[in-house]
């Protein structure tokens, strides 16, 4: 009797035992997923944050050299003006996607700038303008880097939270899918070489 009363005791006790271990495995996976997201999210922030540190060193050279070329090419103020007004469009642009097209705006004015300073002998030969102009090929580079950068976060991420399961977690944490730093279609044209 004993016997009889311990075994119907034992498979109850053995089921609840691995329904509670899939809870646990169950809840353990769901608790890693969020971090993995939280990690995720926080290292897109970062990669955005790193961005705007060299968006920022590109403003602050900007209005230096639109000064250098302005005292070379006084009839040139259109140019001049359209860079300026570009700077400031990309400085005030808060959202990802307004930030990134106020930077290819502000990319193009700047080729502008610097084909109207290649009609300028003597400006190509002032050493603050060429100081200028490396560093701002300089930042340039690093930019780039540091968009290459943020764009691979954000596929991980993306890709992260369309995959299954995670993205049941994804959709509880009210994700997003991150936006891509992206040049626009104009920019993705060859140029044209004639002679």
């Known amino acids: 009797m004993l016997n009889l009363l311990l075994a119907n005791w034992v498979v ?4 609840a035992a691995v329904i509670l271990l899939l809870i646990i495995i169950l809840v353990a996976c ?3 997923t969020y ?13 955005w944050a790193t961005i705007d540190v060299y968006l920022k060193k590109r403003y602050d050279l900007i209005p230096n050299l639109v000064e250098t070329v302005k005292g070379f090419a006084k009839h040139e103020s259109q140019t001049l003006e359209n860079v300026i007004a570009a700077r400031n469009a990309a400085m005030t642009a808060t959202a990802p996607k307004d930030k990134i097209a106020a930077e290819n705006a502000l990319t193009g004015t700047l080729r502008s700038l610097f ?9 190509q030969a002032n050493a ?3 100081d200028l102009q490396n560093q701002l090929k300089l930042i340039e580079s690093e930019l780039a880097n540091a968009r290459k950068y943020y764009n691979a976060t954000v596929r ?3 890709t992260k939270m369309q995959s299954f399961p995670s993205n049941l ?17 104009a920019e ?3 140029v044209s070489v004639r002679f």
């Open 115 to 123: 084909a109207v300073a290649e009609a300028y002998p003597q400006l």
């Open 35 to 47: 971090n993995k997201f939280v990690r995720m999210r926080n290292t897109c922030e970062e990669a």
């Open 128 to 130: 603050n303008f060429l």
């Open 188 to 190: 993705k044209q060859n």
């Open 12 to 15: 109850p006790v053995a089921v």
């Open 169 to 185: 977690i994804a959709k509880c944490m009210k994700l997003e899918k991150f936006d891509y730093y992206e040049i626009e279609e």
């Open 30 to 32: 769901c608790v890693g």
């Open 156 to 158: 991980q991420i993306n």
